[in-house]
């Protein structure tokens, strides 16, 4: 048995929609118990509201100190000048106590993300992100070559050999397109393997 959180934020829905694919590709491994959770939303109320972001998420909020009590986390974020958004980033600066215990220490991590554009950072907010998890002692897994979809150019896609990710476009109109759903799929299926073979 591997327990799975896929941990995410999003603000419009694109990251929610990759979670639920990642949790179904991650469900479909057996042993695995699959949980999706969000990070607590820090921006004001009025921000919200004048964004139109999406409220009505029905994953759970998750607690930091929580993410001891899984054998893998993946998280999802969208991207912020090239970076993890700072909703996930202040997340991820309360487990400074499980740092000092060494809580996360063996456990997998692996990471999605959503730019608005083709060139946006899809790979720098994933690699730098490695670098909180690499600090935090966890073993770092991607998204490989042998999945065909991450060499599918008749489209515009998404899919990076670091991990499962999405184009919202700039107004946010596009939604994860099935290629990009199938990585997200199979990224949750490998982690899965992958904890469960640690789990053992
Ligand atoms: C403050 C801010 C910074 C952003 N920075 C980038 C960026 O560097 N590159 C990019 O392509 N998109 C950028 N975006 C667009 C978001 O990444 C996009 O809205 C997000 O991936 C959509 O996913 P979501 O609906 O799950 O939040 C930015 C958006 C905001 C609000």
Do not use: F, I, S, V
């Given at each position: 048995m591997a327990k799975i959180l896929v941990l995410y934020y999003s603000t419009w829905g694109h990251i929610e929609t990759m979670a639920g694919a990642i949790a179904e590709g991650a469900k479909g491994v057996a042993g695995s118990e699959v949980t999706i959770k969000r990070v607590p939303e820090t921006m004001p109320e009025e921000t919200i509201k004048a964004i139109h972001a999406k409220t009505d998420q029905a994953a759970p909020i998750a607690k930091?100190?929580?993410?001891?009590?899984?054998d893998a986390i993946i998280f999802g974020t969208p991207t912020r000048f090239g970076n993890m958004c700072g909703q996930m980033r202040n997340f991820l600066d309360q487990t400074g106590a499980l740092w000092t215990k060494g809580s996360l220490i063996g456990k997998v991590g692996s990471v999605f993300a959503s730019t608005a554009?083709?060139?946006?950072g899809q790979e720098t907010t994933i690699t730098s992100f490695h670098t909180t998890l690499l600090h935090q002692g966890m073993v770092i897994v991607g998204l490989p070559y042998s999945n065909p979809g991450l060499t599918n150019m008749d489209e515009i896609t998404g899919g990076t050999p670091y991990g499962a990710t999405t184009l919202s476009k700039g107004d946010g109109s596009r939604m994860p397109s099935a290629n990009e759903l199938t990585l997200a799929r199979a990224q949750g299926k490998h982690v899965a393997e992958i904890a469960a073979k640690l789990a053992r």
């Open positions: 930091p100190e929580e993410l001891a009590e899984y554009t083709q060139h946006g």
